[in-house]
């Protein structure tokens, strides 16, 4: 038994208290992490007043941690998705890796200053360590780097800026971004926060496999540049979050290269799985972007709060970011030494890298790639298994480990099928053993807008069993169309 914690809780918590208390949280953690295949996917059961409950003041005096903890484990936590749960196949899991934790505790104890090289270069150059082993998954080049940052939204935010530094200067106006259908909203939302004009973001076309066509932005580029704009910026999907639809990056990357626009890949959610080798050929020609947006938190697992901006050339972040302090060290200039206030956004900010640094240290690249490569399994088999069912049309096939389909009964009026779709995921959805979700898109196959049902299989914790769950609870759902 951990002994009583001293009350009130005093800031300057030595050794032993510190121990005492982690003690604590692990009591509640080990239940937790060991119940975690038994818990529902989500369970949303009396949000509006466990949201009530914690809308209070500030107290004036600590409480027993124990109390404390029983609030967060016995109130705030249950009622929620569940993102950690091997259940959870909607939007894009992840998991939470518990390691990065461990890190997470190292390094907020320690409280490193990682912002700049001198006050911490053992802590920074690791983060630096990590940053070239995604440059060389990427195939990227020794003037190659990046900056790691909250998620995917921030990185993309980088990359829309530094694009525009680079290719426009202060000639903000005129530039004119090309995207697709399926782009992540945070693209629009970067464009609008870079200054760019709303009515210079393109919505370009895609094919039947969703692909940001190339012809038509070849068109709405050639009409652009005839109406005295400046195309400056591409942004290519590899993985989108829809549909989990890749890009011919290859392709797209001719275009950009001919008229010297620069090629951004979201690959927030499919990066990853350059680990793989499936991954490497479905993302081949990612090694010519400019830019690529990864999410450590999406393909590698961790828990939320880390993203990363590749750059081909680091020179590009450093040329949109840097600027100089005269309370400040100066910066470093060489190309072995980075200052990450030079490379992004945030001055003082966490000793990221360490969260992901420590993990691949921990279990070593080859528990990545496994796990990643069962995804690419899972996800492939189940589309044939649900394929099979009754009524069922695959309308995004399963190009890592995403895919989408609609159930579309024979003898059911095509105005009823998106209501029956809706009803098929709450069904599945109410027993709780998954989590899916849905969303609306312009299906190809018919050239209208439909309700498609989705399943992102991304959870280093969801394994084969998950897999029958979700053929014998969409079975079910599927089984009586007027029900
Ligand atoms: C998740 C996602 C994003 C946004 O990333 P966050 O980490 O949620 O900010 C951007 N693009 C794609 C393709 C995504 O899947």
Request: hydrophobic share 45%; net charge negative; with cysteine.
């Amino acid at each position: 038994m951990p002994r009583p914690f001293r009350h009130p809780v005093p800031l300057e918590i030595g050794g032993a208290e510190l121990r005492d208390l982690v003690s604590a949280c692990m009591d509640r953690l080990a239940p937790w992490l060991d119940g975690l295949n038994e818990q529902p996917a989500h369970s949303l059961d009396g949000s509006h007043k466990v949201a009530r409950a914690f809308d209070e003041p500030m107290p004036e005096r600590g409480v027993p941690f124990r109390r404390v903890l029983a609030r967060l484990f016995d109130r705030a936590i249950p009622v929620s998705l569940n993102p950690a749960s091997p259940g959870y196949l909607g939007y894009i899991p992840g998991g939470g890796l518990p390691s990065t934790a461990l890190a997470d505790l190292i390094a907020d104890i320690t409280n490193r200053y990682t912002g700049l090289w001198m006050p911490a270069p053992g802590l920074v150059q690791l983060e630096i360590s990590v940053i070239r082993w995604f440059c060389t998954l990427a195939g990227y080049g020794p003037s190659a780097g990046g900056w790691l940052c909250s998620g995917g939204s921030m990185a993309n935010l980088a990359a829309v800026v530094t694009a525009r530094e680079a290719k426009l200067g202060e000639d903000i106006d005129r530039g004119v971004l090309y995207t697709s259908e399926g782009a992540h909203h945070s693209i629009s939302k970067a464009a609008r926060v870079a200054g760019l004009p709303r009515r210079n973001t393109r919505v370009v076309p895609v094919d039947a496999s969703f692909r940001l066509r190339r012809d038509e932005l070849a068109r709405a580029v050639a009409a652009d540049r005839a109406a005295g704009l400046r195309p400056f910026m591409v942004v290519a999907q590899a993985g989108s979050t829809p549909v989990g639809a890749v890009d011919d990056l290859a392709a797209l990357a001719d275009v950009c290269a001919e008229e010297g626009i620069w090629l951004h890949v979201d690959a927030a959610y499919g990066g990853f799985f350059l680990l793989t080798a499936r991954g490497r050929g479905a993302l081949a020609g990612i090694e010519r972007a400019d830019s690529i947006a990864l999410d450590p938190h999406k393909g590698l697992f961790l828990p939320y709060g880390t993203g990363c901006l590749l750059v081909k050339e680091l020179a590009t972040l450093r040329a949109a970011f840097s600027e100089a302090a005269a309370y400040l060290p100066p910066s470093q200039e060489d190309q072995e030494h980075w200052d990450f206030a030079d490379l992004g956004l945030e001055l003082s900010r966490p000793a990221r890298g360490l969260r992901i640094w420590l993990p691949v240290w921990l279990h070593g690249a080859s528990a990545f790639r496994e796990a990643l490569d069962e995804k690419l399994d899972l996800a492939r088999d189940a589309a044939a298994r649900v394929r099979a069912l009754p009524g069922v049309r695959i309308v995004a096939e399963p190009e890592l480990s995403l895919f989408a389909f609609r159930v579309e009964p024979p003898g059911m009026n095509a105005t009823e099928f998106d209501a029956f779709n809706r009803r098929v995921l709450a069904r599945v959805n109410q027993r709780k053993r998954l989590m899916l979700t849905g969303t609306t898109l312009r299906d190809p196959a018919l050239g209208e807008e439909v309700f498609v049902i989705r399943v992102c299989v991304l959870c280093f914790r969801t394994h084969a069993d998950r897999m029958d769950m979700l053929l014998e609870d969409l079975a079910d759902a599927i089984a009586d169309p007027r029900g």
